[in-house]
């Protein structure tokens, strides 16, 4: 079904599919590592070295597969939800991680003076003003504080600003899949990627349990063939944070949770709350960084040597 006047919306994706993939592990296993290997992988402009010995002859394919990998992967500056604040908004991160990507297309961009930087193209002007409205129309659909203010605002006023929300809300996922094929259109024209697919890494997924659950709820929507999402953490302790929110929003229901209603046993929701506080204390403070002063035993005390200005510290204080 297509939206009446406008035969570019459809009022229903028939050709929705999910674009995501988790990579899950847990605290040490090398999540890190394997992203960065794939990163390094499908970067690189030479084929990889050494040979598939389980399964011979397949250098080729996997090659070939590779570099075809490469002329469309444009990675994004990763997203760590660990020292985010709360509430994060996501896809405020997202656009303008694009924005980044997109302005160091332009040669020259981020050198010389204002005055000897070579002029942007009409195209960038455009795309990014197309962005930069997006952006705008987001956070006034999605951050606005309208429900808060209402008591505040006349009727018309509130009225007025309502109608203008649910509008920015309206096609939000169609505009940005517009403005994403005309940005992969027209300036990814030139260099080693073309007609680029882009990739969100969000790592630490499973580190925001308050917004765990909305991210997921905004990845579901955001269905776009330009944009790939890989997540990266500990898919239990995921499982068992969306048990926690969903419960609370069914107990919010009927006046409060209440232990009956826990679908998670107590002793193991108290075993993950303690390895995430010691995984946090560990990334932010790692171990080979600490110095800890230990207190002084009563026998290293006796062997101390007192300078009283007679001894002049030449005899210990159990001698003493």
């Avoid at 999910?18 to 992203?35: D, N």
């Amino acid at each position: 079904a297509r939206a009446e006047g406008d035969p570019r919306r459809t009022l229903l994706d028939d050709h929705r599919k999910s674009r995501s993939a988790f990579l899950s592990g847990h605290r040490g296993a090398g999540k890190t590592s394997v992203l960065l290997s794939l990163i390094r992988q499908t970067e690189l402009h030479e084929a990889p070295d050494g040979s598939n010995r389980d399964y011979p002859g397949t250098e080729d394919r996997f090659s070939k597969a590779l570099e075809r990998l490469r002329k469309r992967i444009k990675w994004l500056e990763p997203i760590d939800l660990e020292p985010v604040p709360t509430p994060f908004s996501l896809l405020a991160g997202i656009l303008v991680r694009i924005q980044e990507a997109c302005e160091n297309m332009v040669p020259g961009r981020d050198s010389g003076t204002d005055f000897d930087r070579p002029p942007v193209h009409p195209v960038f002007s455009d795309a990014m003003q197309s962005l930069q409205t997006l952006q705008a129309d987001f956070a006034l659909a999605w951050e606005s504080n309208l429900l808060e203010r209402r008591e505040y605002l006349d009727p018309d006023t509130y009225s007025v600003e309502m109608m203008r929300t649910a509008q920015c809300r309206l096609g939000l996922n169609q505009r940005l899949n517009r403005i994403l094929d005309r940005i992969a259109r027209e300036m990814f024209t030139a260099g080693h990627v073309s007609n680029p697919v882009f990739i969100v890494t969000i790592d630490d997924f499973d580190m925001h349990p308050s917004s765990c659950l909305q991210i997921l709820r905004l990845l579901r929507m955001l269905s776009l063939p330009r944009l790939f999402f890989l997540m990266l953490g500990d898919l239990q302790l995921l499982e068992m944070m969306l048990n926690l929110q969903l419960t609370n929003e069914l107990g919010s229901l009927c006046g409060g949770v209440r232990p009956e209603m826990m679908s998670w046993p107590e002793h193991e929701l108290a075993q993950q709350t303690g390895a995430i506080a010691a995984t946090s204390i560990r990334k932010m403070i790692p171990p080979d960084q600490r110095v800890e002063l230990q207190g002084l035993r009563l026998h290293e005390g006796l062997l101390h040597r007192p300078v009283d200005g007679v001894d002049d510290g030449l005899v210990r204080l159990h001698e003493i």
